[in-house]
Every structure is written in structure tokens, then in C-alpha cells.
């Protein structure tokens, strides 16, 4: 039993090692996205009140948990972990992880918003995911989402990036 379990940890620690070395996009559009082992699911959907992109998660007790809204993208970086970006006009702006492995999705902010005002007292950031590219997570970024022309807005000079400690 113990060389069975063995093999699949090592398994499940390859197979995360693979799918971080991987360049992947941040998935945008609405839909169910199951985790690469399917131990989880993200749902994207669209809000009724104003069109913008609302994110759950199904964890591993197969509850559904609204987790945010104004989702600009997410990633999954695991099977049980996804990190998505939020913006301010109906969310809380920033790059988020959430691991959905126990029964409560836990959530946890990377990256938070630095222009806070009074017409955006959460931020006024705007932050997109782009993708993942060897552990690096590469998202656009604007300190006022007031002030972006988002025509010309996802280019080289907007683009930043950290890398992911998993």
C-alpha cells in the first residue's frame, strides 16, 4: 500500500511541476473548468446585473462557492489551486490563489490594489491576467481603471509579473 501511494504522490508532484512549466492563457470566457485532476471545478459566469464575470468553485464536496466578482481571467496552477485576477468597477481589484482541497475554498490575495479613493474605496486598480510561463504569472496592470484606454491598454509597457512559490 505504501509504494501504491508512493507513486501516486509522486504522480500528482510531476504532474504540477508539468503544468506550471507550461506557458497557459488565463481563461476568459464563460464556462465549467475543471481542475487538471479534476479534483475541482471553476464556474465563470455572467452577471445578470451588469455583465461582468462572476467566479465559483466547486471543491471537493461538491459545493458550489461564489468566490468573486469582475474577473478579469484565472488560472488553474494545480489540481486543487487556481489564481484570477479581479478588477474594481464590481469587485475587489487584485491577483488572488484559492485552493479548493478542503471543504471551504480558502482565499488568499497575492497582489492587492495601491490607488485606493473614494470613488474606488477597495482600489481603483485593474488588473488582467495573461498567462502563467514557468512558475512567472504575467498579468496587465493599471493603477486607475478610469484613466486606461483599454484599446491600447494590453501591451508590453502595462505587462508585469511575479513568480509563483508553490
Not at 475587489?92 to 484559492?98: A, D, H, S, V
Request: hydrophobic share 40%; with cysteine; net charge negative.
Amino acid at each position: 500500500m505504501a509504494i501504491g501511494y508512493r507513486v501516486v504522490s509522486g504522480f500528482v508532484f510531476l504532474f504540477s511541476i508539468i503544468t506550471c512549466s507550461m506557458a497557459a492563457t488565463a481563461l476568459k470566457e464563460q464556462g465549467a473548468y475543471p481542475s487538471p485532476g479534476k479534483m475541482c471545478t471553476a464556474v465563470l459566469t455572467v452577471s445578470a446585473q451588469g455583465g461582468f464575470l462572476q467566479l465559483s468553485v466547486q471543491s471537493i464536496n461538491g459545493e458550489l462557492t461564489h468566490v468573486a466578482d469582475d474577473v478579469t481571467g484565472f488560472l488553474w496552477i494545480n489540481e486543487e489551486s487556481l489564481v484570477f485576477s479581479s478588477g474594481p468597477i464590481y469587485g475587489k481589484p487584485g491577483i488572488f490563489e484559492i485552493t479548493c482541497a478542503h471543504e471551504q475554498p480558502s482565499l488568499r490575495r497575492l497582489i492587492g490594489p495601491q490607488n485606493i479613493n473614494l470613488s474606488y474605496p477597495d482600489g481603483a486598480d485593474y488588473f488582467e491576467l495573461k498567462e502563467i510561463n514557468d512558475r512567472r504569472l504575467h498579468f496587465f496592470y493599471g493603477i486607475d481603471v478610469d484613466d486606461i484606454d483599454f484599446n491600447e491598454f494590453r501591451t508590453e509597457k502595462n505587462l508585469l509579473s511575479i513568480e509563483l512559490m508553490l
